[in-house]
């Protein structure tokens, strides 16, 4: 047992620990332990780096005098390797969100907390920098190009090497100049955390602390944004990104005048960076220390790389192709074909009944399409189908079909998008007619189209009485 803990818990509490239960850790080399007693519960701390529990001590006395909410820090030992600081409890952010992260569907309650935290974010990086000695910072006082270029070949040698891709070291560091340049160019006296993410916010009476903030230094406030939404396992929306980048931006709005369509360019900067900068922590804690959390989050970290690469980074060519080969990998696109959308698109005469889903799901979507006026009622247009122009041509000048698959497209639209944000597999959207030969085939001809081209998604499209069969296969989600 940690004696010298125990003896700083006595000095500052006047009375003995009791109970010392030491605490899960994560990534660091840092050890937590509980100590309580009767009357007082504390939280003691032990690390291999004085500095480092130097920098965590003073900037949290600090941040607290600026009406900050971290933990109070009390006492440490004469070699600064043991400290003891305020319990917050056990409820960190990263599980009161748990329900939303595994599901991909946030609850009010999950967005209210997020909401709450990250319009917290600029009183750190602002008030937080008022008075601070970034000197104190560690391991530097200040994000820098030496510091980028150490998380950049930190990607480099701990995650790219050991996938075993072959790439021109020269050309690489050429694109890796390139984005120091770009993240250097809008340089600010505010407090980057660093590591501000959900694991790093814990929750008490309702209200977030910060806490894990000792490697934090002067920077630009992009990086915290970029760290806090696109953390691998948080498994956040596009559609909660936006809502929270929104909640950040009018918070930030009180301490700096902000143009935000340049803030949301100079985001996508750092989003790849960090990135980058998060494989390479989880090849080297994961793949050399052997620690499963951090092998486990790897899927998720490539599958926000994919997500990015998808929005293009020309200003990183080489970069960009080598990404591209490492997404590709069978490793990792094995994982992410698990859990791809794929729509089954049919036509079909109701006198020959409903097609089944083969998927086992149970079905999806079945449209009645008879309704619609029929050109089936003309002899002129027997030997045509809903793909001929024929009768593509009647169906859009009579213009039902038209209101009708404008109301398909919204409800289906809304399944589609969220059966990929909750890593479904499959859907069935089938359009029945009298002889499953006109208003039926135009309608789920346009509708595997429209899905395809939108969501990006394969779609298999069958026209049953035709014999005819169709595959629309995915782009990119």
């Not at 977030?208 to 903030?213: A, E, L, M, N």
Request: glycine residues 6%; hydrophobic residues 35%.
């Amino acid at each position: 047992m940690d004696t010298e803990l125990k003896s700083l818990f006595q000095k500052y509490a006047g009375q003995q620990a009791t109970d010392v239960t030491e605490l899960p850790s994560s990534g660091s080399n840092r050890r937590y332990f509980r100590l309580k007693n009767n009357t007082i519960s504390l939280i003691g701390v032990r690390g291999t780096l004085a500095a480092e529990n130097r920098a965590f001590y003073e900037m949290a006395k600090h941040f607290k005098k600026q009406g900050i909410n971290v933990p109070d820090v009390y006492l440490h030992s004469n070699d600064w390797l043991h400290y003891i600081q305020e319990d917050l409890g056990d409820t960190i952010l990263f599980n009161v969100i748990q329900k939303g992260r595994l599901t991909r569907v946030f609850d009010q309650d999950e967005k209210k907390i997020l909401c709450k935290t990250i319009r917290m974010l600029p009183s750190i990086q602002f008030k937080g920098a008022e008075g601070l000695d970034f000197d104190m910072c560690f391991p530097q006082p200040e994000f820098n190009e030496r510091s980028i270029l150490w998380d950049l070949n930190y990607f480099k040698y701990c995650f790219l090497k050991s996938t075993g891709i072959d790439f021109q070291e020269n050309l690489l560091e050429d694109d890796f100049a390139k984005m120091v340049k770009a993240l250097l160019c809008n340089k600010t006296n505010t407090f980057m955390y660093r590591d501000f993410q959900s694991r790093n916010v814990m929750i008490k009476d309702d209200e977030p602390y910060f806490i894990d903030f000792q490697g934090g230094r002067k920077g630009p406030f992009y990086y915290d944004v970029a760290s806090f939404l696109w953390q691998a396992k948080a498994n956040f929306t596009e559609e909660l990104r936006k809502q929270l980048i929104d909640e950040y931006i009018e918070s930030l709005k009180k301490y700096t005048n902000i143009v935000e369509q340049d803030f949301h360019n100079q985001l996508q900067h750092f989003v790849l960076f960090r990135t980058l900068q998060v494989l390479g922590a989880y090849g080297f804690r994961g793949y050399f220390e052997k620690k499963p959390h951090f092998i486990q989050s790897v899927p998720f970290a490539i599958d926000n790389l994919r997500s990015l690469l998808n929005q293009g980074y020309n200003e990183y060519p080489y970069l960009c192709e080598i990404l591209n080969q490492l997404t590709n990998l069978k490793q990792f696109s094995d994982d992410i074909k698990k859990h791809t959308l794929e729509v089954h698109v049919c036509s079909f005469a109701y006198k020959k009944g409903i097609p089944n889903d083969a998927s086992g799901n149970g079905g999806g979507y079945v449209f009645d399409c008879r309704a619609i006026n029929n050109p089936g009622k003309y002899e002129r247009y027997n030997q045509f189908t809903g793909l001929d122009e024929p009768v593509i041509k009647y169906l859009e000048e009579d213009g039902e079909i038209i209101a009708f698959l404008e109301n398909v497209y919204k409800i289906v639209d809304s399944s589609v998008n969220r059966y990929i944000n909750r890593k479904f597999t499959n859907l069935m959207v089938c359009f029945g007619c009298t002889g499953g030969q006109h208003r039926s085939v135009y309608a789920a001809q346009h509708l595997a189209t429209h899905l395809n081209e939108k969501f990006g998604v394969k779609v298999n499209l069958v026209h049953r009485e035709q014999n005819i069969e169709q595959t629309f296969e995915a782009k990119n989600q």
